[in-house]
């Protein structure tokens, strides 16, 4: 069944490989590969003036009882409480950007539901799922690593997660 929990195993393993201890060469960290930027949003990091170089440089704030980067890959749970946390304020991004409105609908000629948006968005960010999907899909952009945004919205497409607007049985 392709759950809310499904979802996040699935996005956990694309991220990591599910190694909670994972930090890649951009200094992401941990099983969902977290960076500056989102930890700062989740408030677990202090906002430094550059919330995007991934140097953490303005302390943790102790949310959690995490108080380091260390303390942060050793704790499965804090990880895990972040990734839920996480979800919901992904998805005011997602709303901020309007795209909310395009779930359910076919873009590039594919499928685009909530949990696609979710995990476009934690790979690249709800301005690039907007330019994704203003562009019917032809502006495919890609992570540094060379991954492209359809690809996380293809594999995680379909999963029942808390929030976009539900189907209607007609669609």
């Not at 979710?118 to 991954?147: C, F, I, Q």
């Amino acid at each position: 069944m392709k759950t809310l929990a499904a979802f996040i195993v699935v996005l956990k393993m694309m991220e990591s490989g599910g190694d909670y201890q994972s930090v890649n060469s951009l200094n992401f960290l941990g099983a969902y590969q977290f960076g500056e930027a989102a930890l700062t949003d989740l408030g677990f990091v202090r906002y430094d003036g550059d919330a995007y170089d991934n140097d953490y440089g303005g302390g943790w704030t102790g949310k959690h009882g995490i108080k380091s980067a260390k303390q942060f890959l050793a704790s499965e749970r804090a990880q895990d409480k972040a990734m839920e946390e996480w979800l919901g304020v992904m998805w005011s991004y997602i709303e901020l950007h309007k795209v909310d409105r395009y779930a359910w609908s076919e873009v590039g000629g594919e499928p685009l539901t909530p949990s696609g948006m979710l995990a476009a968005a934690h790979l690249l960010g709800a301005e690039s799922l907007a330019a994704y999907v203003k562009s019917d899909g032809r502006n495919d952009l890609r992570d540094p690593y060379g991954t492209p945004i359809s690809t996380y919205i293809r594999k995680l497409n379909g999963y029942e997660v808390p929030f976009g607007p539900r189907k209607l049985a007609s669609n």
